[in-house]
């Protein structure tokens, strides 16, 4: 939970000094190394492949 909350604040643009005292955190490396990712690609890469997923089984009879 605590990286998804990290990564969707940063997503939003949240600064990561915000997001850091969110979190309890002194300063913003341990936010930056181990909490924050980047979920945008990895979410329209997914959305991406459920479409042609999703897509190819609606169009086969």
Not at 17 to 46: F, K, N, Q
Request: aromatic share 4%.
């Amino acid at each position: 939970m605590r990286h998804s909350f990290v990564s969707l604040l940063s997503d939003a643009k949240v600064p990561i000094e915000d997001i850091a005292r969110l979190c309890g955190h002194s300063g913003t490396a341990v936010t930056e190394r181990v909490y924050r990712h980047l979920i945008r690609p990895v979410m329209v890469e997914a959305a991406t492949a459920m479409d042609d997923i999703v897509g190819r089984r609606v169009r086969e009879p």
